[in-house]
Each structure stands twice: as C-alpha cells, then as structure tokens.
C-alpha cells in the first residue's frame, strides 16, 4: 500500500479541483515508480525475480540503449503485416509532444497506401472525440487533448478505439 503522502496530491486536487482529479494526474509518474518498486508488487507479478540492481523507472533508458534487435522504423513491418491481411490501427493523442501527429501522418504517408476514407472527425457524445482517416489496410485514429499515453489521458476516447478496432467498425461519426 502507499503512505498517506503519496496520494496527497490526489487528495488535494479533489477536494480543491473536482475537475483536476478526472483529468491527467502529473504525479502519475511517481505513483507507478513507488508501486512498481515495492516488494510485495513485484512478488505478485512475478517481477525482477533476479534482483537487478537498479530501480524500476518509468522511463527507462537502460532496455532502449541495450535492445539491439529492434527496428530502426515499423514501415517495413506494418507493410508486411498489412500483405498479409492483418488490420493495423494507429493512434496518438494530439498534444503528443514525443510522437507529434505529423510526424505519424508523414510516416504513414510514406507506405503511399490508398485512402478509403478521407480525414474525418469522430465524435464522442456529440463532442470531437478526434480525427481519423482509412486507408488500403491501415487506419489512422487521433485522440483530441490526449498526450503520449492516451489511455492515461483520454481512457474513455481510448475505450472508444479500443472497441471500435474490436468490432472492425470506423470511428464514431
């Protein structure tokens, strides 16, 4: 369990800010390390059995700077997915400042597939939920007001994807 202050922050937005506690939490980040790095958690899930020497962190760089298998770009792999008939969904949050919706959009653009639906909004109870566009074996999905880890900022839009990619149904119109 956690102490008393490390929920505080939460604590303090609902009380003072009701709309602050639905939204994105900034302490976040510090709750998963504190969880993630308790023994009992990491004795449920079966987790740093070896007993690393370091913390778990969030954001690591000690697997991205020694995982050399990986590819520089998943253009070739979502092309040999999209050959073989799997449908591909992309999404991002629009304030993603890590992985900015142009930059998915230029990439995207770089695989010349068909567009079968032109750019569109999708809507979540009659509000813009976001943007989207099809294309010949790939769907585009943009969450509005979300940051990099979309279901953490918008879990109900994400929800919406989530389900909509399930039932092989477009975006809400």
Known sequence: MFNGSVFSSSLYY???????FRAYDPCTERYSQLYF??????????ANVTRISYPWRTCS???????ADSPLSM?????ELIAA???IWVYSGDTDAV???TATRYSIDALRLPTLINWYPWYDNGKV???????????????????????????????IIFRSFLENKPMPG
């Not at 790095?37 to 079966?46: D, G, I, R, S, T």
């Not at 253009?75 to 092309?79: A, E, H």
């Not at 790939?138 to 969450?143: A, M, R």
């Open 14 to 20: 609902s009380q003072t800010q009701p709309w602050m």
């Open 37 to 46: 790095n308790l023994p009992e958690v990491q004795k449920a899930m079966h």
């Open 61 to 67: 760089d000690i697997v991205g700077n020694y995982w």
């Open 75 to 79: 253009l070739p792999i979502y092309k």
């Open 85 to 87: 008939g799997i449908k």
């Open 99 to 101: 992985v900015p919706v």
């Open 129 to 159: 939920g976001g943007w989207s566009q099809v294309y010949k074996g790939l769907t585009l999905v943009t969450v509005k007001g979300a940051g990099h880890e979309v279901p953490l900022h918008r879990p109900r839009q994400a929800f």
